[in-house]
């Protein structure tokens, strides 16, 4: 494998309470020097009638959203910046999420890509979902996909 300069992590929810994928991630930019990037696609669904006038509500919601996301980024990315590692935020609009992530890691020739387990109801915990088999069949570097929260004892 090449060295890592560039690790994209893909955050599946910039709201959850814990991100194991940013903190093994963190570890692995800052034992190699890398440069971190934390990327969310968003992807939700919008029903314009839903929004008060139509197209230029839709286009101010999706601004708004995007927003609140990116700072949400710079919040993570400060705790990360703390541990003197190089990270910068990256949010867009696009679906489906395995391909977004996808297409991010092409745009940024990402040498990385980190990404979470998307738990679901499954019988078997050890089962990856579509997303997860989607970002490793299409993904153009190596996939690091995160089941636990346990940091790593020696990243490099």
């Known amino acids: 494998m090449q060295p890592l300069r560039r690790i994209?992590?893909?955050i599946k929810d910039p709201t959850a309470r814990s991100m194991p994928a940013v903190k093994k991630a963190a570890q692995l930019a800052r034992a190699t020097g890398a440069q971190l990037e934390l990327f969310h696609g968003l992807s939700q669904t919008v029903l314009v009638d839903?929004?008060?006038?139509g197209g230029a509500g839709l286009r101010k919601y999706e601004a708004d959203v995007l927003?609140?996301?990116r700072a949400r980024l710079e919040k993570i990315a400060d705790a990360v910046r703390?541990?003197?590692v190089d990270?910068?935020?990256?949010?867009e609009w696009d679906h489906p999420p395995s391909e977004a992530i996808v297409r991010r890691a092409l745009k940024t020739k990402a040498d990385l890509i980190v990404a979470e387990r998307h738990a679901g109801r499954r019988i078997a915990g050890a089962i990856l979902s579509y997303t997860?088999?989607?970002v490793l069949r299409l993904a153009p570097c190596p996939v690091l996909i995160v089941k636990t929260n346990k940091p790593y004892l020696h990243p490099s």
């Open 8 to 10: 994209l992590v893909a």
């Open 50 to 53: 839903a929004i008060s006038g």
């Open 67 to 69: 927003a609140k996301t």
């Open 82 to 84: 703390r541990h003197r």
């Open 87 to 91: 990270c910068v935020v990256a949010a």
């Open 132 to 134: 997860d088999w989607d």
